[in-house]
């Protein structure tokens, strides 16, 4: 029985379908993270779980039961909100203590419940403070002691992390995922930024216009994406895109005089290469390519060197600092296993096996080796 099941749901706003034909399941015990550009529907489909909001069509279960017309408070679940939503008259005890007082908890279950999440979260010596003497990571603890002191099976959590600075978001991330391992709890949570996506999520759902664009692990989302819309939105850079096309009897990427060495098959699609797969050090039997470099944006541990082929924009993602001249010519090579090929009509990847390089072919390139030029 899955904890979580969603059966066609659709919900609209006027002209605007928010939701289009949702199905998913989510098993007992699973961190799924909803992800997605603003407007994709990811906080809409939240709050037709916890019950805030009422499909057009299609269901809602929880644990095997139909909560599609239930309220809210009768879904058995929790939920932390973007801006915490504490009570700023009370004291932290008497905040993580409400939901329980609403519903008779005993005053010894309320006070056992209290002691052990707050030991849990690390905030046992702040709850006689109120929320405006709290820091935002110590109200954001808080919030999730207040949906967890329940014991509630299932958390809903919609940008929990986003008001925090960058530090503390990296820190609340690891302690949110651990929380939620040792609970064993099902959570469901929203983000925009992928980095929380990859780095918390056992699966991770990425949404786009109402509709689910893929459902799988980190890796493989990072790895193979399904189309050329996770693939462009998932990674910082994102996966670059070549569009290839025929040239007698090889091929060139499109729009330049650049042939690639790559079977003609390949013809009239999308090429995708992670900038990290690009690199200047390849061999006779790595497919390259000619760009040419426009600036280095050196990031401590790496650098990204974006580049430009034709009119198409490339980055490449080097260790460390790199002295690349702009305007200088680089011929850059990557390993065919870590090629995506997407149709480019349809924009959805082609699973063709793992391409056989012929011999590279470059202008200006007397020798197979990946070495960097100055024009």
């Not at 929990?160 to 995922?177: C, F, G, T, V």
């Not at 850079?237 to 005089?257: H, V």
Request: net charge positive; with cysteine.
């Amino acid at each position: 029985m899955h904890a979580i099941s969603l059966q066609g749901l659709n919900r609209g706003f006027g002209t605007h379908l928010a939701t289009d034909d949702i199905s998913l399941d989510i098993d007992a015990g699973q961190f799924v993270v909803l992800l997605g550009p603003s407007g994709c529907g990811k906080t809409t489909l939240l709050r037709l779980i916890a019950g805030f909001e009422r499909p057009d069509s299609g269901c809602v279960y929880l644990h095997g039961r139909d909560v599609t017309n239930l309220p809210p408070g009768a879904r058995e679940l929790g939920m932390v909100f973007q801006s915490y939503a504490l009570f700023p008259h009370m004291t932290v005890a008497d905040n993580l203590t409400f939901g329980l007082k609403l519903r008779h908890v005993p005053t010894a279950e309320c006070q056992r419940r209290l002691q052990q999440t707050s030991v849990l979260l690390g905030i046992e010596g702040l709850l006689q403070r109120k929320p405006a003497q709290l820091s935002g990571g110590q109200q954001q603890r808080v919030a999730l002691g207040r949906a967890i002191i329940g014991g509630r099976r299932i958390i809903l959590m919609d940008e929990p992390l986003s008001n925090l600075d960058a530090k503390l978001r990296q820190d609340m991330r690891r302690e949110i995922k651990a929380l939620a391992s040792k609970l064993g709890i099902t959570v469901v949570y929203v983000t925009h930024d992928q980095s929380e996506a990859l780095s918390m999520g056992d699966r991770v759902v990425v949404m786009h216009q109402g509709r689910i664009e893929q459902d799988a692990a980190p890796a493989m989302l990072y790895e193979r994406p399904r189309s050329v819309f996770v693939a462009s939105f998932i990674g910082s850079p994102p996966m670059n895109l070549l569009p290839l096309e025929s040239d007698g009897d090889g091929l060139r990427i499109a729009a330049t005089r650049q042939p690639i060495a790559l079977p003609k098959k390949f013809a009239n699609t999308l090429m995708g290469l992670r900038p990290e797969h690009l690199t200047p050090q390849g061999n006779e039997h790595c497919p390259h390519l000619q760009a040419i470099a426009e600036s280095v944006e050196y990031q401590g541990v790496d650098s990204i060197i974006n580049c430009r082929v034709g009119n198409h924009a490339v980055a490449a993602r080097l260790p460390g600092r790199v002295a690349i001249a702009n305007g200088q010519i680089l011929n850059l090579a990557w390993d065919p296993h870590a090629t995506c090929f997407f149709d480019a009509q349809r924009g959805t990847r082609i699973d063709h096996p793992v391409p056989q390089i012929p011999s590279p072919s470059i202008p200006g390139r007397k020798d197979t080796s990946c070495n960097v030029a100055i024009s």
